[in-house]
């Protein structure tokens, strides 16, 4: 039990007739070796992938909430621009820096930890020190994934 967090890449895939065979996308779903019966292709619009997982780092919780979420926590889905991740991954960049250069002031500044009932630890420990290398590269591989997919972010404790 815990602030449990999620990135989401969400991919328009849906066929339309007026598409050529090279526009189209193949989609099957498989259970063991068997086509799932219930769900058609032809009604599948999007893929949905989750790019990111992260337990009690509630610094970065904060800030998905502050700068993407207009300050409202209510475990919704908040939209995540490409824009909104290279923000993100410079602020990271910014703090990494900080850690290094034992910089506290800055770290407070740019990424503080929040606390919340089940949140985790508000120390900038080693544990926040893992949590922003992890998020660098998560965050770096999601903004070499392309400026046309959509992002979201929903957290739940």
Known sequence: MGLDMYLYRKTYVQ???HQTPEQRHTISVKL????????KPHRIAYIVEQIGYWSKFSALHGWFVENCGGGVDECQQIEISAHDLRVLLETLRE???????KDSKTIGLLLPPVGGFFFGSTEI????KERVNKTISIIEE???????????????W
């Open 15 to 17: 066929n339309w007739e």
């Open 32 to 39: 063991g070796d068997n086509a799932r019966e219930d769900i």
């Open 95 to 101: 703090v990494k820096r900080a850690i290094e250069d």
């Open 125 to 128: 420990d080693e544990y926040y």
């Open 142 to 156: 999601a903004v070499n994934e392309g400026e046309h997919e959509e992002f979201y972010y929903q957290a739940s």
